[in-house]
């Protein structure tokens, strides 16, 4: 019975499938769904994303997934894509039954045998190149522009040297710069998100790069001695404001430099830290401030 589930949904709201696949791209080790042969799950579980592109994505391949017969629980709390679940898949050619429990709506479905048009709600979710001549995917991290942080970090950027690493990589809009300089030797790029690490392998085409899909908080642990950390951290974990993760990218990005190492750092102004940085760093400098976004240089 080849079952699959997308996340972690809550046990009181859907049930996850006993020995289900797990289809989470921020889940390393995951199965990407697309490579899922058609008709060949039995049961799918899913939490979908809030993203309305990704999401209907998400849900084309599951059906596409779904052997005729096979059954469909879609669950999305009601503020993040909840409310448009029933319509997605009533679009995608599904009969849905629609339940409320724990602030989500849950959508099940069997899959009908006929032949649905899934074709384009999974083209509109699939990787493509940007005008900016950048892969890049609904779903991750800014997906259609620089975000304005990254921007003003790029504006102050020095032209770096030595090893150093991009906690948090994205599709590799700071790496880009960072190897620009040939003075750089190595650069590690880190992301939890697989679709944004298979994109920056696309946009970052070089030999001094080594890509890692996993979560910063572990895979920090395995570097040492580096002379730069650059970083755009997140501040979001399961779709709610998390301050302490960008912390804790904080604190790994000191653990990950040699003493004298710089770590270059970009964020929203509202988030607090300056604490951190002073506790992990021996001299934190502010290099810019504008447009909402602050930019700090600090030296272990
Ligand atoms: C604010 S974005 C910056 C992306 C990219 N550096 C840029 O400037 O466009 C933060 C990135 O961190 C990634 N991320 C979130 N949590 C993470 C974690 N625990 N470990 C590694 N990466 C993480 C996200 O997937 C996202 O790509």
Known sequence: MP??????PPPDVIETPK????????????TDISRLADASQDEIALLVPGGAIEARHLLAHALRVLRPGGELAAAAPKDR???????????????VMETSRRHHRICEVERPAAALDLAGAIAEGAPRILPSGLWSQPGVFSWDRLDPGSDL???HLPTLSGAGADFGCGIGWLARAVLSSPAVSALTLIDLDRRAVECAEHNVVDPRARFVWADVRNAAKDLAGLDFVVMNPPFHDGG????????????????SLKTGGRLWLT???HLP???VLAEA??????????GGYKIYEARK
């Open 3 to 8: 079952s699959a589930v997308y996340g972690n």
């Open 19 to 30: 020995g289900a696949a797990q289809l989470s791209p921020l889940i390393p080790g995951s």
């Open 240 to 255: 709610q404001e998390d301050r302490r993760l960008g912390q804790a990218f904080i604190r790994a990005a000191a653990d």
């Open 153 to 155: 970090l790029l504006q």
């Open 281 to 290: 760093f021996k001299a934190v400098t502010p290099v810019a401030d504008g």
């Open 267 to 269: 964020a929203n102004r």
């Open 273 to 275: 830290y300056e604490a």
């Open 81 to 95: 894509g909840g409310l448009r679940l029933k319509k997605t898949l009533v679009g995608l050619g599904c009969e």
